[in-house]
């Protein structure tokens, strides 16, 4: 185990405790770069002392945590004074925001924002104003809560967090969407001994008790206790739906049986004689990490997903069935081939572009990822 310093945890209570609270955005701030230490820890850049990240993945936890509170039927307020009528106090993104989500509240709301964004199909009629948002969300964070956070430890802007300055210039006619929004919003950096500590003890610190939890008291006090914490709470962990991408793997898979082939569990081997005993699995469980990549869909036997349940499967274990993995990855590649290379590129190896090799970087760094929940946040690991 790791050894941290005392100081670490101290810059980070003081920062939580005393930090200036007029708005959420420093809630959003922590929230978002604890979890990306945790799921895109393979995308950080040492320089240094210093660790840079996509800023872009920042833009996307945002786009996440807010949505479902601005399109909420409750106003719920993220600014001290935020009033559903006022149009002089608010938190700036709103307005755009609201655009976005009222243009998607007849067409399935936040799951299927959440597919068309991932997917660069987000329809023209609303694409230059989620533009527009994604390029309010960039300006809010790294000229208010990345700037100013830590004032009250470091005592000066950007004390913790620094935006680079290092954006690409977008090419002509590329779609606003999940790829463009990471790849060319730049970087921002910290120092390698917090990356470490988010890494390792961030679920506790975004717990229950801390960021969310004082996130939703914010919410609720700013609403003059209108709205209740607890729903404020529902509403900060409200997350896409599953179930399409489910069903789309669950095609690609069905699809073996029309064909006239019969897949096996890529867990046990055993043949799936019956596709009514063919459950698709999360490899990584979805209540873990919060992915639904088609990467990280296989079909299973019913009995053996039953076992594995939210157990996380050993590296060893990984290894083992390397072969079964790597023939429904390109199975599902051969089905989606831009979709499922930017999705592993970005989750797993870490690059823009599918390169020759992708399979062996794509399972060990799958091994990693499971070996660090595993070691790293504790959870139970398993094999047959």
């Not at 089905?335 to 060990?364: C, H, T, V």
Request: aromatic share 12%; with cysteine; hydrophobic share 35%.
């Amino acid at each position: 185990m790791q050894s941290f310093d005392l100081e670490n945890f101290k810059t980070i209570n003081t920062i939580i405790e005393r930090d200036n609270k007029d708005t959420t955005y420093k809630f959003a701030l922590l929230r978002g770069v604890i979890e990306i230490s945790q799921e895109y820890q393979h995308l950080g850049k040492e320089s240094g002392d210093h660790v840079s990240l996509p800023l872009g993945l920042l833009i996307e936890k945002w786009l996440l945590y807010y949505y479902p509170l601005i399109e909420s039927l409750d106003f719920l307020p993220q600014m001290h004074g935020e009033k559903a009528d006022s149009a002089q106090k608010r938190i700036s993104f709103r307005p755009l925001f609201r655009k976005v989500t009222d243009y998607y509240a007849g067409k399935g709301g936040f799951s299927v924002f959440y597919n068309d964004y991932v997917n660069g199909s987000i329809p023209s009629e609303i694409s230059p104003t989620f533009s527009e948002l994604i390029a309010k969300l960039k300006t809010t964070i790294t000229t208010m809560p990345m700037k100013h956070l830590g004032r009250s430890h470091g005592h000066r802007d950007f004390s913790i967090f620094s935006y680079n300055n290092d954006a690409r210039r977008i090419p002509a006619r590329t779609p606003v969407d999940q790829e463009s929004v990471i790849h060319y919003s730049g970087t921002f950096s910290f120092r390698n001994d917090l990356f470490l500590v988010f890494q390792y003890l961030g679920s506790f610190i975004s717990g229950d008790d801390s960021l969310v939890c004082q996130w939703a008291e914010f919410t609720s006090k700013a609403s003059g206790g209108a709205v209740a914490v607890s729903s404020v709470m529902e509403t900060l962990r409200t997350l896409p739906e599953t179930d399409r991408a489910v069903n789309e793997a669950r095609q690609v898979y069905t699809k073996l049986f029309q064909n006239g082939h019969t897949p096996e569990c890529v867990w046990s081997g055993k043949p799936i004689n019956d596709i009514a005993l063919l459950h698709v699995d999360h490899m990584i469980p979805f209540a873990v990490w919060k992915n639904n990549n088609l990467w990280n869909l296989l079909p299973a036997l019913e009995s053996v997903n039953a076992k594995k349940r939210d157990k996380i499967p050993s590296p060893a274990f990984i290894e083992k069935r390397s072969d079964a993995i790597v023939t429904y990855w390109d199975s599902m590649y051969e089905i989606y081939p831009r979709r499922f290379s930017r999705e592993i590129n970005l989750a797993l190896i870490g690059s823009p572009e599918k390169m020759p090799g992708w399979q062996d970087a794509a399972l060990e760094r799958l091994g990693e990822k499971c070996d660090y929940l595993i070691e790293v946040r504790g959870f139970d690991a398993w094999s047959l």
